[in-house]
């Protein structure tokens, strides 16, 4: 459902994509690994349509996005869990999930919320709780629920076992594959290239604007991923 072709993206005279190719059939589970700098968040950011292409192409179901609009590329049904989260601290939790779910149609939205709390059972407990007092963990359950209100068919997640103990990250693998599990479509960008090789069928490695391997999770596990991280 997605198709990145040759995607060049820059800051200035910095160029952070090089040309980066991918794939993610619908339902399909993918991740983007790579180290800090290796533009794992620009290539999110660009298919979002939050960075602007230089050069290059993304479809969405066969439609080039490449230059279009984020809310646009948004009711294309993809959704965009950003780095750090950015849950909105001083909103309860249910307030958070109601602003991810503001482009359904009004009857829909309580339905879509119980959904959100069956999958992320905590949430359910916290719903009057500011976003900000949550855990970093429950913070994520909460960014990756928000992000799923809006029932996409992509939902993009970046690092999202960023500053979490590993315990914790054991959760949010817990929670990405049950998000796997209802169909959703999911691309993850991970440092921890464990735990996205955990959740994804196939993984890209990019290094430093490039994708430099790509291949089934379980063939790209072991020799030859560190041999590119290194
Ligand atoms: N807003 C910006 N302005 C200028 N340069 C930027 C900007 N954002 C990122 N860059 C540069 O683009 C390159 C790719 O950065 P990006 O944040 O996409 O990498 P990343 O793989 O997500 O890294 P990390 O794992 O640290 O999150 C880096 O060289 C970075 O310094
Ligand atoms: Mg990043």
Do not use: C
């Not at 050069?55 to 750090?84: F, M, Y």
């Not at 994520?140 to 076992?161: C, K, T, V």
Request: hydrophobic share 45%; no cysteine.
């Amino acid at each position: 459902m997605l198709e990145v072709e040759s995607l060049v993206a820059r800051y200035g005279a910095v160029e952070a994509l090089h040309g980066v190719s991918l794939e993610v059939g619908s339902g399909e589970a993918v991740a983007v690994v790579g180290p800090n700098g290796a533009g794992k968040t620009t290539l999110l950011r660009t298919i979002s349509g939050l960075v602007r292409a230089a050069s290059g192409s993304v479809r969405i179901d066969g439609r080039t996005v490449g230059r279009t609009a984020a809310h646009r590329v948004a009711r294309l049904g993809v959704s965009h869990v950003p780095e750090g989260r950015a849950i909105l601290s001083p909103l309860t939790v249910k307030d958070n999930l109601l602003m991810g779910g503001y482009r359904l149609p009004g009857a829909e939205i309580q339905g879509r919320m119980e959904e959100m709390i069956e999958l992320f059972p905590v949430l359910g407990r916290r719903l009057d709780s500011l976003g900000g007092v949550l855990s970093g963990g429950e913070q994520q359950m909460l960014a990756i629920a928000r992000g799923l209100m809006a029932r996409p068919r992509l939902l993009m997640i970046d690092e999202p076992s960023m500053g979490l103990a590993p315990r914790i990250v054991g959760d949010v693998l817990d929670a990405l594959h049950r998000v796997v599990a209802t169909g959703t479509a999911v691309l993850v960008s991970e440092q921890n290239a464990g735990l996205a090789l955990e959740v994804a069928d196939r993984a890209y490695v990019m290094v430093v604007g490039n994708v430099v391997a790509s291949g089934r999770s379980e063939e790209l596990e072991g020799n030859l991923l560190e041999t590119y991280l290194a």
